[in-house]
């Protein structure tokens, strides 16, 4: 695909355009990553004209991004990319005076961040305006439905005036650099191949934590839960990186074949094993940080049975994962912001160590906020051992910060932005991958409605109600914190 000329930005004036789309597209441009003649065309429903928008744009540069990094000249000729056409996205009439603004309209990229209730009637404005043609490409921003029928239509929506060629569906964690550095831990050193399997790994956790609560966003998250927000999306795809066979190649089919393949072996949770293998949370009052925070319900002021914490206890039911459970949890309100996966290795078969105690190799790959891959490893303390040789588990740590000191670290969006405008799809995620992720879903969904599955309480700071010890406790295996 030849990079894009225009990119039209849907949701222009919303949050997530200020705090990352347009910082992110700034970052490209001061590189002088974006095509010379790339325009960057918002679009929402506020009655805004060019100048305004710029002004917008400009403020959000001012509070996202540090004063150093954004030098006066190169904010103007950015600001000089940028263009708004106000509309309507329920009604295809406006959409001519966008059609208008796009140059050629096969060198399109175009964002998506709007309502879902709004994906249709745009599908069919863009489609009327003559801008489906086939060099565009179209970035949708989740949520993409809230379970596997509603994320259907919507893919048929689409599907009927882009193909899946065209599609870039956004899943801001393929974005983050250790994310994709899995790819390159896992199938650019041999040393993990031959034991990442149920031969040598004993489980995997993954979690994601964060500090923050509602943050105002009750409206969409109480209608979705930690459940849909995180794991059907973001965990699940770190599942399938860790989980997926060697692609032959690093192009999207080759990808997006290995790690669809995994999403569709997770093995159903359902109503007969809810109870056993999840536990969903909702966090009350208590203290982040040593800062006492209001619970859920005082902050969304009515009564919901919402979780904001979920556990899991997944299989991957395949050759290379039989038997290896992989432990999921994510919540809102939890001691920190983390984003972590744990691969705990086996025990060596016969320890000549007599009674020395023997920890088993862990590798550890820190995603957020620090990014790091260490693995824990089994050395002998220093001495001369007259009561016997002693060992320790230390740390063989990769600080990926100090080790690409001279690089600069760039934020997930900037990737995909340039991934998009460029016509990459690697990084995006395929329609079967999404529906494979929801059919897992769903059925923990329609396990919990069928068991009257309740959430359990927890003091916001704490990792979820003590049930999500128990979940991997009662296997032997404790949280890694
Ligand atoms: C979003 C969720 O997809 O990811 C949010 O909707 C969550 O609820 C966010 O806070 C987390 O992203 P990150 O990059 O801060 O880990």
Known sequence: MTAATSLLLFGATGDLSRRMLIPSLFGLHGDGLLHPDLRIIGTARSTLDSGSFRELAAKALEQHLEADRRPPAAVASFLDRLAYVPLDASRTEGFAALAAEVGD??????FLSTAPSLFGSTIAGLSSAGLACAGARLALEKPLGHDLAS????????AAAYPESQIFRIDHYLGKETVQNLLALRFGNILFEPLWNATGIQSVQISVGETVGLEGRGDYYDGMGALRDMVQNHMLQLLALVAMEPPARLDPAAVRDEKVK???S??????????SHSV???YGAGAIL????????????KPSDTETFVALKAHVDNWRWKGVPFYLRTGKRVPERVSEIIVQFRDVPHSMFGDAALKANKLIISIQPDENVGLQMMAKVPGLDRDGLKLRAVPLDIGMTNAFADVRRRIAYERLMLDLVEGRQTLFVRRDEVEAQWTWIDAIRAGWAQTGMAVKPYAAGNWGPAAAIALTERDGVSWHD
């Open 290 to 301: 040593g800062q006492p925070v209001p619970g859920y319900l005082d902050e969304l002021a």
């Open 280 to 282: 969903r949370g909702q």
């Open 266 to 275: 997770l093995r159903p949770i359902t109503a007969r094993e809810v109870e």
């Open 151 to 158: 994320s259907r239509a919507i893919n048929d929506a689409v």
């Open 105 to 110: 309209p096969c060198r399109l990229a175009i």
């Open 262 to 264: 995994v999403l569709r």
